[in-house]
């Protein structure tokens, strides 16, 4: 039910970008989702990846400061309102949400995110108590 995020500390510099995606380019590395978040001088990236494991160890090969974090994947409708009956949820039952992204599907109909939150585990039964589903990592690195 947790999902492997890959984060990267990145430079906030000309190029810095490019090369962490060069290193995940050559180890073969497919991207499924993303978000940076900055600073004047540095910021982090972080990554939904096809294999987080592989990636993990790709990046520190080539001296980057990289770790692994466990993340909550979330299907939804594809409908106005769908986020924020999630996110209510969580806020009604004293769950903070400490960074959120989406990401596409090729399926009709749904709207992934992923959340980072205080506590996976009592976010989760949560809003399994409430009926909200979640994506499987195997589908979301295969996707």
């Not at 995606?21 to 972080?46: E, H, M, N, Y």
């Not at 990636?55 to 400061?65: D, R, Y």
């Not at 770790?67 to 939804?76: C, L, Q």
């Not at 959340?115 to 690195?141: Q, S």
């Amino acid at each position: 039910m947790l999902i492997k995020q890959v984060s990267v500390f990145i430079e906030n510099k000309p190029g810095r970008l490019s090369e962490i995606t060069d290193v995940l380019a050559k180890a073969g590395i497919d991207i499924r989702a993303f978000s940076i978040a900055d600073t004047t001088d540095f910021g982090i990236l972080r990554l939904i990846v096809n294999d987080p494991e592989k990636a993990l160890n790709s990046l520190k090969e080539n001296m980057m400061t990289v770790s692994v974090t466990k993340v909550i994947g979330v299907r939804m409708k594809d409908a106005p309102g769908a986020l924020n009956e999630v996110l209510h949820i969580l806020f009604d039952k004293g769950i903070s949400v400490e960074y959120a992204y989406a990401f596409i599907t090729r399926k009709k109909d749904n709207a992934y995110v992923i959340l980072r939150v205080e506590n996976n585990e009592e976010a989760i039964a949560i809003l399994k108590d409430a009926g909200v589903t979640f994506l499987d990592p195997a589908e979301v690195y295969s996707i």
